[in-house]
């Protein structure tokens, strides 16, 4: 004998046709919201590391910013090294100072070193001088002064006017460097 079996009825059908459509959506959502999960917690992945790039980003312009400022200051001491010379030379400097005093008709009138102090990279010789021309004359000096192949500085000037209406005095205190290590070895 055979198992009986039921008829089927609309009633069976529609009962299996949702039941296979229910298997179905929660098949879909179990594949389907894994999928959009992932795709959720990518899409933080994303905006966390843009964040990170943003941030190299900027600490790479910084450090470009940086480097370019390092090339900078380089050539800046190595400008400074070729204008610093290994030893005191005051005679050097006294003839530097008077030719471009006579170039800018100036009369150097009193030229005085006030002694030597050791810094911490050089040795400053701060010198007092004292010169004779007009204004123009003055300006051409001076300028003649700061531009010149060694390190000189400049730490006051007066000016005053002498007899003649177109003439000044000028008194200024200089400063002269050399590097350090020159006058250590001389001091040994």
């Not at 900027?58 to 070729?82: H, I, K, P």
């Not at 810094?119 to 531009?147: K, T």
């Not at 005053?160 to 250590?184: A, F, G, H, N, W």
């Amino acid at each position: 004998m055979e198992p009986s079996k039921k008829p089927r009825t609309p009633k069976t059908d529609v009962i299996g046709l949702a039941f296979t459509v229910l298997l179905a959506c929660a098949s879909f959502y179990w594949a389907v919201g894994g999928g959009l999960a992932r795709i959720s917690a990518l899409g933080e992945e994303q905006k966390d590391l843009t964040g990170q790039l943003s941030y190299v980003t900027e600490l790479t312009n910084v450090l470009q910013e940086g480097e370019e400022a390092l090339q900078s200051v380089e050539a800046w001491m190595e400008e400074l090294r070729e204008r610093l010379p290994p030893q005191m030379d005051f005679s050097g400097f006294y003839e530097l100072l008077t030719e471009r005093a006579a170039q800018s008709n100036v009369l150097v009138s009193e030229v005085e070193p006030q002694g030597m102090t050791i810094e911490e990279e050089c040795v400053e010789m701060p010198v007092s001088v004292s010169a004779i021309g007009s204004f123009e004359d003055f300006h051409r000096f001076l300028f003649a002064l700061v531009n010149a192949p060694r390190l000189i500085k400049m730490s006051s000037l007066s000016v005053s006017p002498e007899k003649s209406p177109r003439l000044c005095r000028i008194d200024m205190v200089v400063s002269i460097y050399s590097t350090r290590q020159e006058e250590e070895r001389r001091g040994s």
